[in-house]
Every structure is written in structure tokens, then in C-alpha cells.
């Protein structure tokens, strides 16, 4: 990655909740590259650990975080600060802006309330405000005036954006349908970081025969992977009903690995029992460092969810794994990342029937080494380089 053309001393402002394991590596790419970056944190607790609700889990995350940039936490939890992201205050975020005097501040969110007061405080600062974050145009409310209201309350916001950073299509598409100008727009993808991984082709053998005896899976089975927190929004319950639904031929030697807990798993365990019986593995919860034995293990990777997926980061874990994918028409990764009888396969959400038909078809992409450098080759763009890069170009706009 090449140096960017550092136009001021002052340094780009990140304001997070928290660190998070998705976005620390670009805020170390953007130092790399000559843009000083420093984040504000409101708290440490995914670093210090702290428990998901989603997830039924207590951890924290394996990887480094925290290295390559510089940061500071407005509270900790060593003294008492939040231990969730609905919890962290901004109390001292002012002053912080104040003593850091940035060039431009990034914003990567307009929820929870911590993110509403952030928008705030950069405005009151008077710096460039750029907006990073996941937009979709699939709210919880469905009544008019309350959409009406939010679009206002987005539009009037956006206005106040010198650049506005687009992860994807649909982003894109969010941005322009509440009336942002093109020249306002910059290209900065949704990224995983493969560093903690083990994504080769060199690495399969090995961690697919580990994985697969560990799960007591034959090498003749078929693998559907789904990688997550077991909700009811993100549908693992359809993949049950679409093998259920396969011809008993299929049906016996496909295996469906849920890795993950969460609230539906008592659910999908009775599910997967009732007759015909579907197979079913529950490896848990796994960190970073310890999943890509499973990707490498599965067939196809599965992300089924019914609402609220603006993005679908895991898609990128799957593709750069080599690990074609089938998801549903409400992730919003797809229209950039699937492509048919190449990548994967995109449903209608909701519908098992519909989720049976795209594995099917899907079914062909298995065991193809030419689909798995496919796979590879079309993650490479949606990079943590790329990502810093478009930052960046926004940052050295905001400055002119």
C-alpha cells in the first residue's frame, strides 16, 4: 500500500464504543500510511472481556486490537466504565476532541446513543465530520411517520458529513437515494483482517481432516457451515428446514455445523431431531485464531438471515477461506460479493424452500479449486488496505 500525500499535522479522530476486532486493523493500516490516526474509545471491555448476550458467552477477543495506533478510553472497566456498548458514556469525550484538535473526525455509526452523542460533540468542534459506517434502508419501524422522520433526521446528518464513505453497493445506494452528491462519495469496503486466520490453500488439508475428525464428519459428507450468533433474526432454523427438505439421498450425508451459541441452540437441537432427523454439530463458540479449521472443513458456508443484516462480514471470513457461500437476499453483501455458479448464491429470506434450491445449486461450486481461488479472488478487493486507502482519500479531501 502506498503512502498517502499527508497534507496537516493534525490527526484523523476515530470515535468508537469500543475496540473491535474488525476495525483496528484499518486504523493501524491508516498510520501506517502516513494519516496519524488516533481513536477515542468509550470503554476497554472487549479487550478486558466481557459477556454477549447473543452469543450466551463470556471472552474476549484473541487478536491484537489495541498496537500501530494511537488511543485513548474514556473509561475502563477496571473502573467502572461500560461493559456493553449500550452502556459506555461519552463523559469526557468533549474535552478529548478538545486536547486532540483533529483535522477531521470519523464517525462509524448513528447507534447506540453513544454514537448519537458523538455526532454531536464533532459538531460542536467545527472539524470535518466523515461518516464510516453500516446503512441500510430496512429500519425496525415500518410505520410512515417514522420513516419519514428518520430519513429527515439521515439526510439532515449526511449534510453535515464533508465525505461519506460507502462499505458496499447498497451503501452506496442508501447514501444516494437520501440525496448525497457523487462527489461526496468514497469507496471504503467492509473488511476482515486475515492476519489471525489461516486462509491458504497450503493450510486446507491439514486443518479440513482436524476439523472434520473432531466433528466426527466423514470425508464423503457434505459441510454447510454457519458461523454465528444462533438468533432468530439470523435464521439458522432455515437451514434445518431446507435439509430436511432434500431428497433422503442428500438429506443423509449432508451435516449442518452451527459455530456459535446463542438463544436458538436448545431450539435447533430439537428441530434437527425431529423426523426425518437432519445432522447437526455444535462445535461452540470459537475465537479468531481457533475457526479457520472450520471454514476450511466445510462445503458451503450458509448465512440465512431474515433482517437486519447490513453487511455480513462473516461472507468475507467464508470467501477468503476459499468457501463458497449462500445467503439470503437481506444480507448486504451479496450484491457485491455473490456471483452465481462462481462465489454462490443468493434467496429469498425467509423461505427454506428457497434456501434448499440455492445449496442445490450451490452444490456444484463444491470441492473446485478453481471456485476457491474465485472465492479468494473476489474478496481481495474488500481488503483493510483498500479501506484505509478510501479514508484516507476522504481525510485529505476534508482538509483542502
Not at 500510511?33 to 471472552?59: H, K, L, M, N
Request: charged content about 25%.
Amino acid at each position: 500500500m502506498s503512502a498517502a500525500p499527508h497534507t496537516s499535522g493534525k490527526p484523523l479522530v476515530v470515535i468508537e464504543t469500543h475496540p473491535i476486532q474488525y476495525r483496528a486493523p484499518v486504523y493501524r493500516a491508516l498510520q501506517k500510511i502516513g494519516i496519524p490516526t488516533t481513536v477515542i474509545y468509550g470503554s476497554d471491555f472487549s479487550v478486558a472481556g466481557y459477556y454477549d448476550p447473543e452469543f450466551r458467552t463470556q471472552f474476549a477477543w484473541d487478536t491484537d486490537l489495541l498496537s500501530g495506533y494511537a488511543h485513548l478510553f474514556l473509561s475502563t472497566v477496571a473502573q467502572g466504565g461500560g461493559r456493553t456498548y449500550e452502556t459506555v458514556s461519552t463523559r469526557g469525550m468533549a474535552s478529548a476532541l478538545r486536547d486532540l484538535d483533529p483535522g477531521a473526525v470519523l464517525l462509524p455509526g448513528y447507534s447506540p446513543r453513544f454514537h448519537q452523542w458523538a455526532w454531536l460533540h464533532a459538531w460542536r468542534s467545527g472539524r470535518p465530520i466523515l461518516f464510516r459506517g453500516e446503512t441500510a434502508d430496512r429500519p425496525q419501524s415500518s410505520g410512515s411517520i417514522q420513516l419519514k422522520a428518520r430519513d429527515r433526521m439521515l439526510s439532515m446528518l449526511y449534510r453535515k458529513c464533508s465525505k461519506l464513505l460507502y462499505i458496499g453497493r447498497r451503501s452506496r445506494e442508501h447514501f444516494t437515494q437520501h440525496g448525497c452528491p457523487d462527489e461526496k462519495l468514497v469507496f471504503s469496503p467492509y473488511c476482515v483482517d486475515p492476519g489471525p486466520f489461516q486462509v491458504g490453500e497450503d493450510s486446507r488439508p491439514a486443518l479440513r481432516a482436524q476439523a472434520r475428525t473432531e466433528l466426527g464428519i466423514g470425508d464423503d459428507d457434505r459441510v454447510l457451515l454457519f458461523s454465528g450468533k444462533l438468533s432468530e433474526r439470523k435464521g439458522p432454523d432455515l437451514i434445518i428446514d431446507a435439509v430436511r427438505s432434500f431428497p433422503p439421498e442428500d438429506r443423509s450425508r449432508t451435516v449442518i455445523v452451527f459455530l456459535g451459541d446463542g438463544e436458538m441452540k436448545p431450539v435447533l437441537e430439537a428441530a434437527a431431531n425431529r423426523p426425518p432427523q437432519v445432522r447437526v454439530c455444535f462445535p461452540g463458540f470459537r475465537n479468531q485464531k481457533e475457526i479457520s479449521r472450520y471454514f476450511h472443513a466445510a462445503d458451503l458456508f450458509v448465512l440465512p438471515s431474515r433482517r437486519l443484516e447490513t453487511w455480513g462480514l462473516v461472507v468475507n471470513e467464508a470467501l477468503q477461506h476459499g468457501l463458497p457461500c449462500v445467503v439470503s437476499d437481506a444480507v448486504g453483501c451479496g450484491p457485491d460479493l455473490m456471483v452465481s455458479g462462481s462465489t454462490g448464491e443468493v434467496f429469498a429470506s425467509g423461505s427454506f424452500e428457497a434456501l434448499a434450491a440455492a445449496i442445490l445449486r450451490a452444490s456444484e461450486l463444491i470441492g473446485r479449486e478453481e471456485i476457491r481461488d474465485a472465492c479468494r479472488a473476489k474478496i481481495a478487493n474488500y481488503s483493510v488496505d483498500r479501506a484505509a486507502e478510501g479514508i484516507a482519500q476522504a481525510y485529505e479531501a476534508s482538509l483542502v
